[in-house]
């Protein structure tokens, strides 16, 4: 599991040091970022279910573990900025974080985006 997220991330660090917030780059609108995510297709470790409403998506292992992420997604030119947020307290167990960058980048084609840039970037 840790080399699949390596090889997801390269030398990227794309979350915080707790892995309780992720940045990607995503290329393509959000309406397609979320149908994407939505679509049930096999072949993934992960599985989402999204309230648009309250803007989350609630990551799903084959496990049935789950693992719920505040997102938001800005309009740039040419592409999307995802940010994900958990919503669960740090304390919460789960190999969720482990598998969502592979899941990102498989599924979205997502690249993952230097956390500590974003972060002086105050965005």
Same mark, same amino acid.
């Given at each position: /599991?840790? !080399?699949?997220?390596?090889?997801?991330?390269?030398?990227?660090?794309?979350?915080?040091? /707790?892995?309780?917030?992720?940045?990607?780059?995503?290329?393509?609108?959000?309406?397609?970022?979320?149908? %994407?995510?939505?679509?049930? +297709?096999?072949?993934?470790?992960?599985? *989402?279910?999204?309230? %648009?409403?309250?803007?989350?998506?609630? @990551?799903?292992?084959?496990?049935?573990?789950? !693992?719920?992420?505040?997102?938001?997604?800005?309009? *740039?030119?040419?592409? *999307?900025? #995802?940010? #994900?947020?958990? +919503?669960?307290?740090?304390?919460? !167990?789960?190999?969720?974080?482990?598998? #969502?960058?592979? @899941?990102? +980048?498989?599924?979205?084609?997502?690249?993952?985006?230097? @956390?500590?840039?974003?972060?002086?970037?105050? !965005?």
């Amino acid at each position: /599991m840790q !080399k699949r997220h390596r090889e997801a991330t390269g030398d990227t660090v794309n979350y915080d040091p /707790m892995m309780r917030k992720y940045i990607y780059k995503v290329r393509m609108p959000r309406e397609e970022i979320l149908h %994407t995510l939505g679509e049930e +297709v096999g072949g993934y470790e992960l599985s *989402c279910e999204i309230d %648009t409403d309250s803007a989350v998506i609630c @990551f799903i292992s084959a496990q049935g573990d789950k !693992k719920r992420y505040y997102y938001d997604i800005e309009a *740039c030119e040419g592409h *999307c900025i #995802l940010r #994900l947020e958990a +919503v669960a307290p740090i304390g919460s !167990k789960s190999n969720i974080p482990c598998q #969502l960058n592979p @899941f990102m +980048v498989e599924k979205l084609h997502a690249e993952p985006l230097p @956390f500590a840039q974003y972060e002086k970037q105050g !965005k």
